[in-house]
């Protein structure tokens, strides 16, 4: 999972900053980074459909990348819809980067919202795994 992490990271870092931090989201199909995806300011229906309240409208990395992912696997599998067989096979990647100390960066807890682990069952997301503090990282 490391290596996805630090994939990740290296993007995240050309991301703008918000509240003092920046998040990404990678989502993985067998072994294959398909998206990549960032926070947005910007309002999202499909983040709307999923949000635990009516101010959660605002698009989150993992359901941007879930979004993407989607596309692209129709793209590349002529599917007309993709079946959640294809997408067991899976993985979101979360990272949040956060600034103290003026410019120092150190990865931070980037657990999806409820909103999103509502939204990445329902597509049949097994395994989401998201930053930690100090490095570390877990797996939902």
């Known amino acids: 999972h490391e290596r996805y992490l630090n994939l990740l990271e290296k993007k995240v870092l050309n991301y703008p900053k918000r509240f003092g931090a920046m998040t990404g989201a990678m989502l993985v199909y067998e ?12 309002s999202d229906p499909f983040q709307a459909r999923y949000a635990h309240h009516v101010e959660a409208i605002f698009r989150h990395a993992e359901l941007h990348a879930l979004k993407q992912g989607i596309k692209y696997l129709n793209s590349q599998h002529d599917y007309e819809r993709i079946t959640k067989d294809e997408l067991k096979k899976c993985t ?15 990865r931070a807890l980037a657990k999806p919202c409820e909103s999103c682990q509502s939204a990445l069952a329902a597509f049949g997301i097994k395994t989401v795994v998201f930053t930690e503090y100090e490095n570390g990282w877990t797996i939902l």
């Not at 979360?94 to 410019?103: D, G, I, K, Q, S």
């Open 31 to 42: 072994n294959k980074p398909i998206a990549i995806a960032s926070n947005s300011w910007k």
């Open 92 to 106: 979101m990647y979360v990272l949040r980067l956060a600034y103290e100390h003026l410019m120092e960066k150190a």
